[in-house]
């Protein structure tokens, strides 16, 4: 028997790898917008596709715990979207705002390192 709407998450929680194709297909889109919106404007070395990737792995890493059915499921992944990439965001801007305190503008044409060890 195939995976389809009505086996998919049972399928998921038996560690059916294909189940795990089946989600990512049909959520694919919606997670992917949820993430643009959030760290989409930082997506420089590939973050994006690196937050989707961690995403479906906690899906599949999770799956057992999800109670519910296919609504909730959606809902379920949507969320855990929304929070991967604000976690990733957070990785992003402490980084950017950590380079950016390392950076004294001296005038508008001259840069120098800051030492903060004075």
């Known amino acids: 028997m195939g995976i389809n709407s009505k086996n998919y998450i049972k399928k998921l929680q038996s560690g059916n790898e294909h189940a795990l194709e089946y989600v990512y ?8 917008s949820i993430i643009y919106k959030v760290i989409g404007k930082f ?11 961690d995403v479906f792995l906690s899906v599949w890493n999770n799956s057992n715990k999800f109670k519910g059915d296919e609504v909730n499921f959606k809902n ?9 990439a604000i976690d990733y965001y957070r990785s992003t801007v402490k980084k950017s705002e950590i380079i950016l305190d390392t950076i004294e503008i001296k005038d508008k044409n001259t840069f120098r ?6």
Do not use: Q, T, Y
């Open 25 to 32: 297909d049909k959520h694919i889109p919606l997670v992917k």
């Open 43 to 53: 997506d420089d070395n590939g973050l994006v596709e690196e937050c989707i990737n």
């Open 76 to 84: 379920w992944v949507c969320a855990i979207a929304k929070f991967k």
């Open 113 to 118: 390192r800051r030492n903060f060890n004075s």
